[in-house]
């Protein structure tokens, strides 16, 4: 049985710093490109960031580029997004997701396994 589970999240002021983890298990971390989605009350649910298997290759929601990063430790079966400088728009529950395959790391579609997701709320 595959397992993400998604911690980190919680109350943050706008400015501050944030960082979520995924932790995988029941399949083969390093063969899996992982993702960070989020969906905000009312809204659907959205790309946010996503790292190649090979952790070579990241890619980034726009309202994000240049604020998060993400990163992934292997041998911890771990994903990270390290969320700098947030602001109260990026209130949201927040996913992390696997996927096995990844031609387009930004189609919710592509990944297989989804996390139970985790609230962040940014105050101003």
């Known amino acids: 049985q595959v397992l993400l589970v998604e911690s980190g999240g919680g109350l943050v002021q706008a400015g501050d710093s944030l960082r979520l983890s995924c932790v995988a298990s029941?399949?083969?971390?390093?063969?899996?490109?992982m993702g960070w989605f989020r969906q905000a009350p009312g809204k659907e649910r959205e790309f946010v960031a996503a790292?190649?298997?090979?952790?070579?290759?990241?890619w980034y929601g726009d309202s994000v580029t240049g604020r998060f990063t993400i990163s992934r430790d292997d041998a911890k079966n771990t994903v990270y997004l390290q969320m700098n400088n947030p602001k109260p728009e990026d209130t949201a529950v927040y996913y992390c997701?696997?996927?096995?395959?990844?031609?387009?790391?930004?189609?919710?579609?592509?990944?297989?396994?989804w996390g139970q997701g985790t609230q962040v709320t940014v105050s101003s």
């Open positions: 997701a696997a996927a096995r395959y990844i031609p387009s790391p930004r189609d919710q579609s592509e990944y297989d396994y």
């Open positions: 790292i190649l298997w090979t952790g070579r290759s990241t």
């Open positions: 029941g399949l083969v971390f390093s063969d899996y490109s």
